[in-house]
């Protein structure tokens, strides 16, 4: 393991791609304790639980959510046919 630490998700952290990333290859919903893990795994480093969380909530509402939550604690990508 590096010795990379990643606090939080923003635009400068390369972790919205890395979540897109992770729903993109489960092509499924996927447990947010589930997809905080898979971005921890794949930067390398420590994020914040609560940053990946509010970044799955802040982008599955609004006029151009990209992702839809399925039930509670539950995300997936928002495929194109429903947007």
């Known amino acids: 393991m590096g010795s990379k630490t990643l606090n939080t998700i923003g635009p400068t952290s390369?972790?919205?791609a890395t979540v897109?990333?992770?729903l993109t290859s489960a092509d499924t919903e996927m447990r947010m304790r589930t997809i905080h893990?898979?971005?921890?795994?794949?930067?390398d480093g420590s994020v914040s639980f609560q940053s990946v969380a509010d970044h799955?909530?802040?982008?599955?509402?609004g006029p151009r959510p990209l992702f839809v939550r399925t039930r509670y604690g539950h995300y997936?990508?928002?495929?194109?046919t429903e947007r």
């Not at 893990?37 to 930067?43: N, S």
């Open 76 to 80: 997936r990508l928002l495929r194109m």
């Open 56 to 61: 799955l909530i802040k982008h599955s509402k």
């Open 37 to 43: 893990a898979e971005v921890e795994r794949v930067l």
């Open 20 to 22: 897109m990333s992770v």
């Open 14 to 16: 390369g972790g919205h």
